[in-house]
C-alpha cells in the first residue's frame, strides 16, 4: 500500500509529469508539480481535469473524488526562485526535457533544498541514470522511475537502480509505485533499459525494410499488424510517438552502446525530423494527416506479409534474448514489460519459443550471411539455447538485474 502521508514532487509539467502528478494524487498523495515555464502549470492542470471529468462523466469515479485529487495537487510556484517549495517531499520524480544536462541541472538545484532521506528519481526513457546520480552529492538515493506514456493508463514502469543507488531506495520506489496500481519491474541501468532497447528493432528493421524497396510503409505495418497480431504498425507508431522523440531515442541508445550497429538509426527517419514532419502532430510524417487526405493501400500479398514478420520478429527476439543474456532484466520482466509497456501480443521469449528458436537463429544466420553486417548477429545464449535444445523462456542469462559492480 502507498505510502500517503509522503508527500510527492513532480518537476516537469508537460503530458508526462502531469500524468504522473494525477497519478500520485488518485493514490492519495499531496503533490508538489512545478516548472521553469509557468503557463505549463496551468495547461496541466487543464489536461489533469479533462481526464478526470471524463472519469466521472463515465462514472469511473465521483465529482468529489475528482475535486480532491486536483485539491492534492499545489503549484511550485516561481522555480527561477528556487526549488524550495519541495522541501516536505519525501520523493521528487523529474519529468523535463530528455537532455541529460538539463536533468543534471535539476538535480543540483532540488538536492540542496529536500532532505538527505528523500528519493530523488528520473524519469528518462533512455538516458543514463548513473550519470545523473554521479553529479549528485548523495548519489544512493538518485534512481529512475521510468513512466510510459500516457502515465495514468499505462500499467508498466521500470524502475532503474544505479550502479550507486542503495538497495533500500530501489526497495522504498518500487514499493511506493507498486501501491500506486502500478506494474513495476527492475531494468538496469544500460541505454533504453528493457522496453526502449528491445523495441527497437520493431523501426529499425522496418525502416531497413522500407529502405531497401522490399515494401511501403503502409504494407509493413499491414504486415506487422494484421498477420502479427502488434496493435499498430511500426510507421503508424512512430508518426504517433512523434519523429522527434522516436529518433532522439534510438540516437541515445545508439550513442550508449557505443555506435553498435544494431541499433543504427535511419537516415530515412532524420529526414523526417529535419523536414519538421514529426508525425500526427505536425499532421505529417510518414503518412498525411491533414484533412481529406487519403491514407494509400497496402499490398495485402501474404507471402510478402510472412517475409516482413518474420525479419522483424526474428530481430525482436533475439534483442531480448541478449538482454536476458547481459542481465538487463529476469525473463519474467522482460516479458511483462514488451506485453503490458508496449503492448505487444506476446512475450517475445515465449514468441520465439513458438516459432522454434532454431528458426530465429537461422533466419538471423541468413541475413548476416546475406548483408556480411554485424547488426544480425545472433546472442550468444540464442545459440547455446538451440545447441542445448532449450527454451528461451527458461533461460537465464550471467547477472542479476540491478546487481552492484
Known amino acids: 500500500m502507498a505510502r500517503t502521508d509522503m508527500v510527492v514532487g513532480v518537476i516537469g509539467a508537460g503530458a508526462m509529469?502531469?500524468?504522473?502528478?494525477?497519478?500520485?494524487?488518485?493514490?492519495?498523495?499531496?503533490?508538489?508539480?512545478?516548472?521553469?515555464?509557468?503557463?505549463?502549470?496551468?495547461?496541466?492542470?487543464?489536461?489533469?481535469?479533462?481526464?478526470?471529468?471524463?472519469?466521472?462523466?463515465?462514472?469511473?469515479?465521483?465529482?468529489?473524488?475528482?475535486?480532491?485529487?486536483?485539491?492534492?495537487?499545489?503549484?511550485?510556484?516561481?522555480?527561477?526562485?528556487?526549488?524550495?517549495?519541495?522541501?516536505?517531499?519525501?520523493?521528487?520524480?523529474?519529468?523535463?526535457?530528455?537532455?541529460?544536462?538539463?536533468?543534471?541541472?535539476?538535480?543540483?538545484?532540488v538536492e540542496s533544498e529536500v532532505s538527505p532521506e528523500c528519493i530523488l528519481a528520473t524519469n528518462t526513457s533512455s538516458l543514463p541514470v548513473t550519470a545523473i546520480a554521479g553529479q549528485c552529492r548523495h548519489p544512493q538515493r538518485v534512481i529512475g522511475i521510468h513512466f510510459f506514456n500516457p502515465a495514468v493508463t499505462m500499467p508498466l514502469v521500470e524502475i532503474i537502480p544505479a550502479i550507486t543507488t542503495d538497495t533500500a531506495v530501489t526497495d522504498s520506489a518500487r514499493a511506493l509505485v507498486d501501491g500506486w496500481k502500478k506494474v513495476t519491474v527492475i531494468a538496469r541501468d544500460t541505454p533504453g533499459f528493457i522496453v526502449n532497447r528491445i523495441a527497437r528493432p520493431f523501426y529499425g528493421e522496418s525502416l531497413r525494410l522500407l529502405e531497401e524497396g522490399i515494401a511501403d510503409a503502409p504494407t509493413i505495418d499491414w504486415a506487422l499488424r494484421d498477420i502479427a497480431g502488434f496493435r499498430m504498425g511500426p510507421f503508424e507508431l512512430m508518426d504517433f510517438i512523434g519523429h522527434d522523440i522516436n529518433f532522439a531515442v534510438t540516437r541515445s541508445v545508439y550513442d550508449g552502446f557505443f555506435q553498435d550497429p544494431r541499433y543504427r538509426p535511419s537516415i530515412t527517419q532524420q529526414r523526417l525530423v529535419e523536414a519538421g514532419r514529426f508525425g500526427r502532430k505536425r499532421s505529417r510524417g510518414f503518412y498525411d494527416y491533414s484533412d481529406g487526405a487519403v491514407r494509400p493501400k497496402p499490398v495485402q500479398d501474404a507471402a510478402l506479409g510472412q517475409v516482413i514478420v518474420n525479419r522483424v520478429l526474428a530481430m525482436l527476439i533475439n534483442e531480448a534474448v541478449d538482454a536476458v543474456y547481459l542481465g538487463v532484466a529476469s525473463p519474467a520482466d522482460i516479458e511483462l514489460s514488451m506485453t503490458r509497456g508496449v503492448n505487444y501480443p506476446k512475450g517475445l521469449l515465449a514468441w520465439g519459443d513458438a516459432i522454434g528458436p532454431a528458426n530465429v537463429l537461422a533466419q538471423l544466420d541468413a541475413l548476416r550471411e546475406e548483408y556480411g553486417e554485424d547488426r544480425y548477429r545472433a546472442s550468444v545464449l540464442l545459440r547455446r539455447i538451440v545447441r542445448d535444445g532449450g527454451r528461451l523462456l527458461a533461460s537465464h542469462g550471467r547477472a542479476v538485474a540491478g546487481e552492484k559492480t
Open 17 to 109: 509529469g502531469s500524468g504522473i502528478a494525477q497519478v500520485a494524487a488518485t493514490a492519495g498523495h499531496r503533490v508538489v508539480l512545478g516548472d521553469t515555464h509557468k503557463p505549463a502549470i496551468e495547461r496541466a492542470r487543464e489536461l489533469i481535469m479533462a481526464a478526470l471529468t471524463r472519469d466521472v462523466t463515465k462514472a469511473r469515479i465521483d465529482q468529489a473524488t475528482a475535486d480532491a485529487i486536483c485539491g492534492r495537487i499545489s503549484d511550485a510556484g516561481d522555480l527561477a526562485m528556487g526549488f524550495g517549495a519541495f522541501a516536505e517531499c519525501g520523493i521528487v520524480i523529474e519529468a523535463v526535457a530528455e537532455d541529460l544536462d538539463v536533468k543534471m541541472a535539476v538535480f543540483d538545484e
